[in-house]
């Protein structure tokens, strides 16, 4: 049975999924031949980890105890019985994280798993790669920062994995990374890169309240922790910039040209007032004439 050591970096719905999936496939690992074995999980403001981070792990029980806590709105630090685990915070949780990496990457290919809605990652990831760490991402951000962390993040295809960026779990990542490794070129992407969006398009056209909708949508867990980078089309942005530099383009994100919603909406709303100012004036020069 091969044991893969996991660091949990972000621990929102997305980290509390990952959890529980973790706890859901325990057995189907096991015909694998693999355990996964979660050694520490961070949120934005602490570490949790096991004392022995060599041989022991966080127990089923405890991730669920975690989810639970996480899902309160209460930081990790609350957590009461921490049996044979400790908490680290701020600048000493990220100081103890570079000294698991260092212990646990070479020697036995640790995995970062970044489900973080964070830019601030990017240099932990990328300290993670020079110890020898597997790194896995949910978010978008540290791909999309400059194209200098990019390379740096994917210097090396066998450590870095970011198929739930774009395409939910569709393998699109994956996909392309075949069609390229054949010889064949890629001319162009046509999709929907917002699951989020289309939703909400589809609920207002079922007559629902806007405002419903979004919060919905975001009860559901399909927009981002923000949901205005869904509906101002960051989240579209960044996934659009992830495949274009999959694709080999050398392009930042100033280079994509965006129109959001919100600005679209803005628009209407200056539209309005202009409307409503004439009207007004319009009234107020027939009350002086009669």
Not at 35 to 53: F, P, T, Y
Not at 210 to 219: C, L, N, P, T
Request: proline share 2%; hydrophobic share 40%; aromatic share 4%.
């Amino acid at each position: 049975m091969k044991s893969i050591p996991v660091l949990l970096i972000g621990c929102g719905g997305v980290g509390r999924q990952l959890f529980d999936h973790i706890v859901a496939c325990r057995s189907l690992h096991s015909k694998q031949g693999i355990a996964l074995r979660v050694v520490g999980v961070c949120d934005s403001r602490s570490l949790l980890a096991v004392n022995d981070i060599v041989n022991s792990e966080l127990k089923d029980d405890l991730l669920k105890e975690i989810c639970k806590i996480k899902s309160s709105g209460s930081s990790l630090s609350s957590l009461m019985d921490l049996g044979q685990c400790q908490i680290f915070k701020d600048s000493e949780a990220r100081k103890k994280v570079i000294d698991i990496a260092s212990l646990l990457g070479r020697s036995t290919g640790l995995v970062l798993a970044d489900c973080s809605a964070s830019s601030e990652t990017v240099e932990l990831l990328k300290q993670g790669i020079d110890l020898g760490c597997c790194i896995v991402l949910a978010n978008k951000k540290p791909l999309t920062s400059k194209i200098e962390e990019f390379d740096k993040l994917t210097s090396d295809f066998r450590h870095i994995r970011f198929e739930s960026t774009v395409g939910a779990g569709l393998p699109v990542i994956a996909s392309i990374t075949r069609v390229l490794s054949s010889g064949d070129p890629i001319c162009r992407i046509i999709g929907s890169l917002s699951g989020t969006l289309g939703y909400v398009m589809s609920e207002l056209e079922d007559g629902k309240v806007f405002s419903f909708v979004v919060k919905e949508a975001k009860r559901l867990g399909y927009t981002e922790p923000d949901p205005r980078d869904d509906l101002g089309g960051m989240d579209v942005a960044r996934k659009a910039l992830i495949l274009a530099r999959l694709l080999g383009q050398r392009i930042n994100s100033e280079d994509i040209k965006m129109t959001s919603s919100t600005m679209v909406f803005h628009c209407l709303i200056e539209k309005l007032e202009r409307k409503l100012q004439w009207l007004l004036l319009k009234e107020m020069s027939y009350d002086m004439c009669v």
